[in-house]
């Protein structure tokens, strides 16, 4: 086609200064007639899951809702996907790939969320198991002091100063040993973590409970499951602790059914199932889009008598989002504040996250009054969903107000921002080649109704 007219004013470049990676496709991506496309940097890894997950006919911004697919259709996403393999390693790819970094970021994420620390917490029922507490045995008087310091720095994550005290001391105890090995794990220094693990004289229970907890959260299920068989081969029963993290590996690793089948070993295993078991169940299901398993499970709490707080419901609307099922979103969101719980702003954004098709837009600006309107005030995680939902209706104002608030309000980016300022930029273009083609076709009308009518009137005049 002949070249696109300039875009118009209303569909001009971003007013707000729009910063975020991205990798220009050519080459294999080209050929065929396929279109050069701006991919985000999770575009890549998605292009085979899109083949794999059946992506069909569905439109970009249906795939695209949840930063999962950013390309047009399966051909593209399969030559995305191999594309991948050949091109240079950007900046950005380099860092994503460093895997300490990168697991970092999603956990501070988590631990940092507005409104988490005001929810359930894990560690209030586990100390009324008696879980709570580490059997390492009597603690030497000489090293409590040292202790202390170095479970500080483990939990602010400053590892490397843990290493110095630690090498401080000729001869540690092992609960010396432990917290550097806890600083290690907390701070995804993997390999570290494992020489260290492997280099302890003494490797009690909860060394290894430590070792799966990290390999847990980046879903390595291969590597907590052969920690497991130690586990049993050193003559150690398993607690609720080993029991939940393996079935966080399983949901961090994809197999939502995996999770669920540890929960019901536990259960043969004479283990009381509590309000944590269901959590880590359930966090698996919505992790995954396992809506039916979700569903099942709040039942079967419902039946046992185990009380389910706003992480259960939470992780219930969450599993509703892959399917956009808005409706029953909706119904669950009702079911909380039948159940005599307080929205927070976490419930809230999880049921935006299943805000999709025509008008999600305003349905979303409708809950953010709605959320306002109780005293709760949006975080970087819903506004990533308000950015989302303006990409799905191609709302381009509507897009560069909720980034111009979020500066005035001083709400920093994440990477998740920068997927969507990033998917943004494609709307744009979008709309600009569908503006500019309707121009062209309106001229070409034109024209074909000008020399019409000139051979209608050269004919009247012959």
């Known amino acids: 086609p002949a070249a696109p007219r300039a875009p118009s004013a209303a569909l001009a470049a971003p007013r707000v200064p729009l910063f975020a990676p991205r990798l220009r496709l050519r080459g294999p991506m080209a050929a065929g007639g396929a279109p050069t496309r701006l991919l985000p940097r999770v575009g890549l890894a998605a292009g085979r899951r899109a083949v794999a997950g059946g992506g069909g006919g569905r439109s970009w911004a249906s795939l695209s809702r949840a930063g999962r697919f950013c390309v047009r259709a399966p051909d593209q996403a399969e030559r995305a996907g191999e594309f991948a393999a050949s091109q240079p390693q950007t900046e950005w790819r380099q860092r994503e790939r460093q895997v300490p970094n990168y697991w970092l970021e999603k ?62 001391v000729e001869r540690p105890n092992i609960h010396l040993s432990f917290a550097v090995m ?18 302890m004289e003494e490797r009690p229970a909860p060394a290894y409970n430590q070792m799966m907890v990290m390999l847990a959260r980046m879903g390595q299920v291969t590597e907590v499951e052969g920690l497991r068989q130690e586990m049993r081969d050193q003559g150690f029963d398993h607690d609720a602790i080993t029991y939940t993290t393996v ?4 949901g961090v690793g994809g197999d939502a059914r995996g999770a669920l089948r540890i929960m019901d070993e536990m259960e043969a295993a004479g283990m009381p199932l509590t309000e944590v078991e269901f959590g880590t169940a359930m966090a698996a299901c919505g992790r995954n889009g396992e809506q039916a398993l979700a569903f099942e499970l709040l039942g079967r709490m419902d039946r046992m008598g185990v009380p389910a707080h706003i992480g259960h419901l939470t992780s219930l609307m969450i599993s509703c989002a892959r399917a956009e099922d808005e409706e029953r979103a909706r119904a669950v969101f009702a079911d909380l504040r039948a159940r005599g719980l307080v929205p927070d702003v976490i419930a809230y954004t999880s049921l935006a996250t ?34 989302r939902t303006a990409n799905v209706d191609q709302d381009v104002d509507g897009f560069q107000q909720i980034l111009q608030e979020m500066q005035q309000r001083g709400v920093d980016w994440n990477s998740r921002t920068e997927l969507r300022v990033s998917q943004h930029r494609h709307v744009v273009e979008d709309l600009n080649f569908a503006r500019s083609t309707a121009g062209q076709r309106t001229e070409a009308r034109a024209d074909a109704s000008s020399a019409a009518s000139a051979g209608a009137v050269g004919a009247q005049m012959r």
């Open 182 to 199: 806890r600083a290690l794990t907390r701070a995804f220094q993997v390999n570290r973590a494992w020489d260290f693990f492997r280099k």
């Open 354 to 387: 299943c805000l999709s098709g025509p008008g999600a837009f305003a349905r979303c600006q409708a809950l953010l009054k709605e959320m306002r309107s109780e005293g709760i005030e949006p975080h970087i995680y819903f506004y990533n969903e308000m950015l």
């Open 247 to 250: 079935m966080t590996a399983y």
């Open 107 to 168: 956990r501070d994420n988590l631990e940092n969320m507005p409104g988490r620390d005001t929810r359930f917490r894990m560690e209030h029922s586990r100390f009324g198991q008696r879980l709570g507490r580490l059997d390492l045995g009597p603690e030497d008087q000489a090293q409590r002091e040292l202790c202390r310091q170095v479970r500080e720095l483990g939990s602010a994550r400053k590892w490397q100063e843990a290493l110095e005290l630690f090498y401080t």
